[in-house]
T-cell receptor
Framework: EIVMTQSPATLSVSPGERVTLSCRAS??????????MAWYQQKPGQPPRLLIY???TRATGIPARFSGGGSGTEFTLTISSLQPEDFAIYYC?????????FGQGTNLEIK | EVQLLESGGGLIQPGGSLRLSCAAS????????MTWVRQAPGKGLQWVSG????????YYADSVKGRFTISRDNSKNTLYLQVNSLRVEDTAIYYC???????????????WGQGTLITVSS
């Protein structure tokens, strides 16, 4: 199975800052023009919410301050200006190969 | 509005079995790949199992292969997960989730239920 490694495990930042989260796959999750990588946000007591798929496509209703990038084995999620509601845990997931593995998460906390 | 409602969780002894259900509404269920994802208390997300739109193809995490069985009844708009030979490490909230696009064969997940908790303990 493909192992997804996220870094850092925890990130302490202030509202208004720009932040970039990283995710590395143990093998390529891209095929042809498709980058089969998604990002989710999860807040305490809630199910995850899809933010980004196809490495860079925002899901319905996701604000433009969220952007994704990368291909192959290296991917990023950038939040351009952190809002108070953005402090949460973020997970990457590859859906190129079954099983569709998740990273261990990055906890974005208020500094 | 898409709704996914899981049920069937509970407290069970090691070695026991349960059948989880996920009742779907608000979309054409038989057009979407469906998935189970779990989350142990205080831990991250773990992908568990996925099933094709027809139910002919099923996929499992290595940790549950041979013990869990995913299925669907498209006439009832319901997804199932039969969980057998339960272990303490299977304790988790089990979420069902829907693919982001109809007919996508290997999709990300855009709608999730609130989950049902399985606690495996003697």
């Amino acid at each position: 199975e493909i192992v997804m490694t996220q870094s850092p495990a925890t990130l302490s930042v202030s509202p208004g800052e720009r932040v970039t989260l990283s995710c590395r796959a143990s093998q390529s999750v891209s095929q042809s023009v498709n980058d089969n990588m998604a990002w989710y946000q999860q807040k305490p007591g809630q199910p995850p919410r899809l933010l980004i798929y196809g490495a860079s496509t925002r899901a319905t209703g996701i604000p433009a301050r969220f952007s994704g990038g990368g291909s192959g084995t290296e991917f990023t999620l950038t939040i351009s200006s952190l809002q108070p509601e953005d402090f949460a845990i973020y997970y990457c997931q590859q859906y190129n190969n079954w099983p569709h593995t998740f990273g261990q998460g990055t906890n974005l906390e208020i500094k | 509005e898409v709704q996914l409602l899981e049920s069937g969780g509970g407290l069970i002894q090691p070695g026991g079995s349960l059948r989880l259900s996920c009742a779907a509404s608000g979309f054409t269920f038989n057009n979407y790949v469906m998935t189970w994802v779990r989350q142990a208390p205080g831990k991250g997300l773990q992908w568990v199992s996925g099933i094709s739109v027809s139910g002919d193809s099923t996929y499992y995490a290595d940790s549950v292969k041979g013990r869990f069985t995913i299925s669907r009844d498209n006439s009832k708009n319901t997804l199932y997960l039969q969980v057998n030979s339960l272990r303490v490490e299977d304790t988790a909230i089990y979420y069902c989730a829907k693919a982001v696009r109809a007919y996508a064969t290997s999709p990300p997940l855009d709608s999730w239920g609130q989950g049902t908790l399985i606690t495996v303990s003697s």
